[in-house]
Structure formats: C-alpha cells, structure tokens
C-alpha cells in the first residue's frame, strides 16, 4: 500500500528594496502586487531607455560607445539607471546615442559622438550625459542614426549632427557638432527623426519634413531631398506623428491612421506593398491613440488598449509568435492592456496599463531586456526585468525541526541559488521580475510552489506549503532530471514524469504541475530519455526518437514550432541508439555512429556549421564513430569508439578542450586525451573518465567542480590526481558526481542547496565519499536544478 506523508510548513518571506512576493497556485490564493508608474519608453538601434513618471531614466542593451550612460561601456541585458537624472520630461535614442531633456529645459546628451550627435561642440563621445552647448527652454527632443533635434518652448526647432542629406534643416549639407535652428518653422508641437530627414506637426495640425526624401517620406509628392522643411500635401488634423526608415504613420483627431513613404514590407497596413509619396488613409484603421513607426515594421495602440502590428517580421518584432510577415494590421495576443509603444530597429516595446514594459524581437545583445541574451520567446511580448534586489525568507516545520531542509528558485532564466546567513534565513540575491518555481525539500519531503516576483513596496507574507513524499513501486530503468521536471524509464518500458508542466513538459494533455511521478501516455517500450529545459525527448527499442513539450527553437524536431503536450515523434530520425538533451536543442546519436542535433544553435551547438536555429534534424557535420553524447550548457561533447573526445558549440570556458575559448560551428578534437570509457558535460565543464578509471576535466573550475582542490579552470582536458577507480561521472551545473567502482559516491563543487549530499551546504574542492549504507550501480547529476540523484540495482519508484 502507498502512504503520502504530509506536513504543513509555513514560509515567512520577506522582499527587501523594490519587490513583492506572490504565492500563487492550488493552495495558496494570490496577493496583489503594486508597481511604480512608467512613463514612456524610446526604441533605438540595439539600445532603449525607459523614462520614468519620477523622472528618472533607465537603459539597457548594447554599450559599446556609452550610448546607456552610465559611466561604463559595458552592455546590459537589463536596465540601469542613466546617471545624474531625476527630473527628465522627455528622452530619445539614435543608432548609438541618446538623448534627454529635463524639467529645466537643458539637454543632455551621452554615446557615439562621430558626427557631432551629441551637440557639445566636439566629437568625442561620452559613457556619461554631458550638457548640449547653448540651449535652453526646450520641452522635447527626437533622434535618429547620427543626428538629434530639439523642440523649443517657442515652437522653434534645433538639431545638430550629421546632415549629408540635410536632415538638419537649415539649408546646407553640412555636420554641426552644436545645435543650429531649422529654418523657417515655427509654431511646432511635436518633432520626430527618421532615418537622415525629420518630421514635425504645427499647432494647427499640419506636417512639415524636411532631409532624405528618396523613397516620398517627405510627403511633398516628390523623392527628391530638402534642406530646409517643406509641408505634406493633403494632410492636417494630426494629433500624433512617427517616422520610420524611410516612411511615416500619422494619427489624425478622431483615430483615423494616415501613412506615405516606403511600404516595400507591408509596414503600411493597408494590404499592400505600394509606397507613395505623399500621404494617404489607411483604410479601415479607426480608433487608434497612437502609432510607433520602425525599421519596416509599425506598431498601433487603440484607444481600447489593444496592440496591433504589421510590416517585416523577421525578428519577430511584430509579436505575432512566428517570423511571417504581415500586410494588414493584425492583433498582438495580449490580456494586457496597454498604454505606450516604440518600435526600434528589430525590437519593439510597449508599457502596458499597469506600468509594466514587454519587449520582444531581437535580443542577440540584451535589447529586450530580460536579463539574457538568448532569442528564447523573442517572438511575443516578455516583461523587461528591473532592479535586482534580495528575497529572505524562513521556513518554520508545523512538525518540529525540519532536517536538513533547503530552499531553491528557478526562473524561466537560470538558477538562483540558496543561501544561508546566521539568523536561519534563507537568501536569494540578484532577483529581478519573474515568474519562479520555488521547490523546498527535507529528506524525502518535497513541494513546488510558484512565486511571482514584480517591481512593487516592500512586503511581507505568510503562507503554509504542504510537502509529500515521492511513493515507491517498481524498479527504475534511467531517470534523467536537467530542469524543472523529472522524467523515469522504468524496466518495462513505461514513462514516468514528475515536476513543472507549464509547457506541457510532462507529456499530460494539461498543463499542470505534478507533484508525483505519473505514467506517460502515448508511449511505450522507451529505453532512454533526456529532458531540456522545458521539453523531453525518448528513445524508444525500435529506434525512433519522441519528444514534447516547449517547441519555441524547434526543439522537437517536427518541422514546427508549434509546443506539444502529447508524444509525437521526431521527423526522419531511425536507428538511433542514444538521445541528449540540453536547455532548448536534442541530440541523438545513431546507430552507424553518426550525430543529429535541432531546436536552438545560437552558439554553434547543433554542429551543423551554422548558427541557424533548425526544427527537423541536421547531422552534425564530419562526425562519424561515435560511441556515446552528452549535452552541456549550449554545448556538445561525443566520445569517439577510438576514445577519443569531440565537442562543438559555446566555448567561453574552454570547456570544447581545444585549448582555446572560441565557440565551434563543427566538431573539434579535445587535445591531449584518449582511451575516455564516458563522459558527462556539465554548465561550461566537462569531466571524463579513461579506461583504468582515472578521472579528467577541462572547462570552468570556479566552484571546484573537478575535484582538484583547486577552483582553476582550464581549456584542454588534464588529469585530477588522486581519482582513480571511478566507473562513472555526472557532471551538473556546477557540482560534479563520482561513482566508483566499489558502489561507493563522491562529490565535489557548488553545494547551495545540499546537492553533494554531505549533510551540510558547504562547498567543497575535493572529492569527498558520500556517507551511505547503499551500493550503488548509476548516478546522476542535474544540471540546473541543484539536485542529485543516484540509485542501487534494485532501487523503487513509480508504482
């Protein structure tokens, strides 16, 4: 009979500095979260700013000339605050500069200053704002590529910069490193920039442009170029403007959308590809607030709140989930509603109603925001991370003390690890706004519950967390664990899965969490699994492989990317013996030696030359013999029947062996090791072992994760001395697992949340003997979840 053992645990935790903690799921109800309010925010090149309701400014992506302003050149993948702003009204961004105005009406400036951009009679660029020579009174400013203008108090209009195709209006093709008036406009209520011309609207509704002009973005009925402003023809009443590459949307009073310029991707709206030169309706777009012009993508706000986009898509700008572009305006799926939006050069932005930023389209450099620079959901709004701040909690047993008990978060980014301070609480630093899992174990008890971390005032809360232990049953053929969810192949064929469903990982037609391990529909006679991030794959006896779950890289390998919660099985694919799997791309390796990979290959990873993300199977070029795979964080590493070792993709470690820290396209030799029995990749590390049992690593050694005593990372394989007897390695995110050939386990590395399973969290540079009764026969180390698992010839679950 199977017994589930219940206690009730109570949480107290607290969040200092800038966020709030939100207990959601079954046995908790939510609590409501409050958030500072955002202003507005500006898309550019590959960086953005978000101003504000405080007046402060806040920046993030690429950095390379100082274009973030805070002091330094290096890019950020969230924001940071620009220095010296706390009463700004309105900002801007170019390619690689910035620009803001404040309450005083001075103006600063800060980044790339090659042209004279940044107007303070130089042309050397600034990591930090410095003051734009002369001007006074200004109420907002505009920029794009390498100029910047200005509006006045007085309606007069300002720019400096580059001006090859008199883009700064006042009547001559040559850069100014200071600002200059554009001549004869006056009465002017809102400016925008283009790519090398500028717009602006008169109080009495009509639109004035002036600079580049070849594709009719002027609106003037002609392509030919103007020094000095010249008024659209047939257009007046407009109530808000925004130029793009080289075409122009406008809103006129009463919600109508009126478009000219280029429209060569659609970026009209209007069904077409025809541009024109002067400006038109767009048929059927009413009710419409505000437009944001892009490269060749344009999004729209209705005054209802809801987002529409059309035009290029090939980073997924028009958040449509795919990379199809579209000619007509269509929804963006959203149950936000939103208030705010900008398009850059192939990202776009939006701030919904309650004053949260989402971004999506590239984010090769961080520009969306999210904390990393993985294209992962790129194709959909993702909220922008703010501030990092520090979570403290304390876990209190309804029971009496609760042994050995450990605290983990995982966001849908990486890992945050669990630490201890003296008091007993439980810390978790470096957070920004996300959805986590929080999983709390003691011995055998375990729970799952879903946090919700948001930009809001210190809070703190109480809630009761209910754990269960996993049941047994019968023996277990594998188990493999590298994230959220757990997935066990027992003896007879059957799939078990247990763990986080949010992407339908678990292979259930719901989507929800399971707290113990349930079988797997659908499939049968499974001989192996792996599991990445949030998708599983199988190997089943007859040779085919199966996978579901997240499908968002292509991961799957079904030619979609399309997610699935049921089995189905990877296209073309037969005769394979052995399948590997890692964060968001598969592997498999067949029977006449040769290796597959798909999903995601933004490092390299799939070994098929490229870098091109693929949702069927590539062979993994000039690899053939291989006898075993094992799969690292975005990298690969293959074991030859010769012994020898071959590894591909992201190499910022060394962790391909090669003795350089270049990332590979295709396979590479590990130098100076041979005659390896197995190997296991870990986070940016690798760990072999060679016949005779002696044991080698190479790649990051920062936690000690090799067992040399030391914490000396290295870029080709060497040997640890004083490990021999080993039978098997499992290499994790930065913990390593030794299995010997006496049954005995040995553990080294990161230990933050107890996973070298040595009765404390202290790490550890050495290998040191896992105090245990059991012999055991396999084991295995996961690699994001801070947790390790091993079993005997006869160990139970799953009944």
Not at 38 to 45: K, P
Not at 264 to 278: E, L, N, P, Y
Not at 451 to 472: F, H, Q, R, Y
Not at 716 to 721: F, H, I, L, R, Y
Request: glycine share 12%; net charge neutral; hydrophobic share 35%.
């Amino acid at each position: 009979m199977n017994m589930n053992i219940f206690r009730t645990w109570n949480m107290k935790i607290m969040v200092f500095a800038f966020f709030q903690l939100l207990l959601i799921g079954c046995l908790f109800d939510a609590v409501s979260a409050s958030a500072s309010v955002t202003s507005a925010v500006y898309a550019g090149g590959q960086h953005s700013i978000h101003l504000k309701a405080n007046g402060t400014l806040a920046a993030w992506g690429v950095n390379t000339n100082g274009q973030l302003g805070d002091g330094t050149l290096i890019t950020r993948t969230t924001p940071v605050t620009v220095t010296g702003f706390t009463d700004a009204i309105g900002a801007a961004v170019g390619n690689q500069h910035s620009v803001a105005v404040k309450s005083d009406g001075t103006v600063w400036s800060w980044g790339q200053n090659q042209y004279g951009q940044l107007g303070v009679g130089s042309n050397t660029n600034s990591s930090s704002p410095v003051q734009v020579s002369s001007l006074t009174d200004m109420i907002s400013v505009a920029a794009s590529s390498d100029f910047t203008i200005a509006l006045k108090a007085d309606g007069t209009v300002w720019s400096w910069g580059f001006n090859g195709n008199g883009q700064l209006g006042n009547g001559t093709t040559t850069n100014t490193n200071f600002p200059v008036q554009v001549s004869g406009l006056t009465g002017i209520k809102s400016i925008d920039a283009g790519a090398n011309y500028a717009i602006a609207v008169k109080a009495d509704g009509t639109v004035w442009a002036w600079g580049y002009n070849s594709s009719g973005q002027l609106g003037d009925s002609t392509n030919e170029n103007r020094l000095t402003p010249v008024q659209a023809v047939g257009i007046s009443n407009v109530k808000q403007i925004s130029a793009g590459d080289n075409y122009v949307v406008a809103v006129v009073n009463g919600g109508n959308v009126w478009a000219w310029g280029d429209n060569g991707w659609g970026q009209f709206g209007d069904g077409t590809r025809s541009g024109r030169w002067a400006p038109a309706e767009v048929v059927g777009l009413n009710d419409v607030s505000m437009v944001a012009a892009g490269y060749y993508s344009t999004l729209l706000l209705k005054a209802d709140g809801t987002l529409w986009s059309t035009g290029y898509n090939g980073s997924g700008q028009l958040g449509n989930n795919s990379f199809v572009e579209h000619f007509n305006m269509e929804q963006i799926a959203s149950n936000k509603s939103f208030s705010f939006i900008s398009v850059g050069q192939d990202i776009a932005i939006a701030i919904s109603t309650d004053s949260i930023a989402w971004a999506w389209g590239n984010n090769n450099s961080g520009q969306l925001g999210r904390g990393t620079t993985t294209n992962a959901n790129r194709t959909i709004p993702g909220q922008v991370k703010y501030a990092a701040s520090t979570l403290r909690g304390i876990v209190t047993d309804s029971n009496g003390p609760i042994p050995l008990a450990a605290i983990t978060l995982y966001s849908n980014d990486g890992k945050k690890e669990t630490t201890t301070d003296p008091s007993g609480y439980y810390v978790f630093t470096d957070l920004v706004p996300d959805i986590y899992d929080m999983t709390i174990q003691s011995e055998y008890h375990k729970a799952v519950s879903v946090l919700k971390v948001s930009a809001a005032a210190n809070e703190t809360v109480s809630k009761d967390i209910m754990l269960n232990n996993i049941p047994t049953g019968t023996a277990i053929a594998t188990i493999n664990s590298k994230s959220q969810h757990a997935i066990n192949v027992k003896a007879d064929g059957t799939v078990w899965t247990w763990g986080n469903n949010g992407r339908g990982q678990l292979g259930y037609e719901t989507s929800e969490n399971q707290k113990t391990p349930r079988i797997v529909t659908g499939v049968s006679n499974a001989t192996q699994a792996a599991t990445g991030n949030e998708h599983t794959l199988v190997l089943k006896a007859d040779g085919t492989v199966w996978a579901w779950g997240n499908n968002e890289n292509g991961q799957l390998g079904n030619g979609t990317y399309t997610d699935s919660r049921l089995p189905s099985q990877v296209w073309d694919l037969a005769n394979v013996i052995a399948v590997a799997s890692h964060r968001n791309f598969s592997l498999a390796l067949k029977e006449d030696g040769t290796v597959w990979g798909w999903g995601n290959n933004a490092s390299g990873q799939l070994g098929d030359g490229t870098t091109i993300s693929r949702a069927l199977p590539m062979q993994v070029l000039g690899l053939t013999n291989v006898a075993s795979i094992s799969a690292g964080s975005n990298f690969v590493t293959a074991v030859k029947k010769d012994g020898t070792v071959w590894a591909w993709g992201e190499n910022g470690s060394g962790q391909l062996g090669d003795s350089t820290n270049i990332n590979k396209l295709t396979p590479v030799q590990a130098i100076g090791i041979a005659n390896v029995k197995t190997v296991s990749a870990g986070d940016n590390y690798v760990v072999a072992v060679v016949n005779g049992g002696n044991v080698w690593a190479w790649g990051d050694n920062g936690w000690g994760q090799f067992g040399d005593g030391t914490r000396s990372g290295r870029w080709a394989p060497a040997k640890v001395d004083g490990l021999n007897d080993a039978s098997m390695v499992a290499a994790g995110y930065y913990s390593t697992l030794l299995l010997k050939a006496d049954g005995t386990l040995w553990s080294t590395g990161y230990n933050g949340s107890g996973q070298l399973g040595n009765n404390s969290f202290v790490e550890h540079f050495n290998m040191e003997q896992i105090a245990s009764n059991k012999s055991l026969r396999r084991n295995e180390a996961t690699n994001r979840n801070s947790s390790s698992a091993a079993w005997r010839s006869k160990a139970n679950c799953c009944r």
